[in-house]
């Protein structure tokens, strides 16, 4: 038996709904927690292993902004667009 779900997800349909600005704040937010995760990861790394945190500072700084602004690149732009487009929509010019 096949069972065909509805598209699209109920899921889906909540994130659709939500202001592009709330989802464009959220994702940064997730992006500053992201980094700071990865800094508590790095830093019990270090400890553990006696790596100076000198070394530890310049993966964050060189790496991984870097890596979350690759990881989250298109879905803010899209967001962005989003946004740019309910404004087009409120502007009365």
């Given at each position: 038996?096949v069972v065909q779900l509805p598209l699209p997800a109920q ?35 270090a400890e553990r292993h006696r790596i100076a945190a000198k ?16 990881t989250i690149y298109n879905l803010k732009r899209e967001l ?14």
């Amino acid at each position: 038996m096949v069972v065909q779900l509805p598209l699209p997800a109920q899921w889906a349909r909540l994130e659709s709904r939500r202001n592009p600005r709330e989802r464009l704040d959220q994702l940064h937010r997730d992006a500053l927690d992201t980094k700071a995760e990865i800094r508590a990861a790095l830093d019990r790394l270090a400890e553990r292993h006696r790596i100076a945190a000198k070394d530890v500072a310049y993966a964050m700084d060189g790496y991984t902004d870097n890596l979350l602004d690759d990881t989250i690149y298109n879905l803010k732009r899209e967001l962005e667009r989003e946004l740019e487009r309910e404004l087009e929509d409120e502007d009365p010019l």
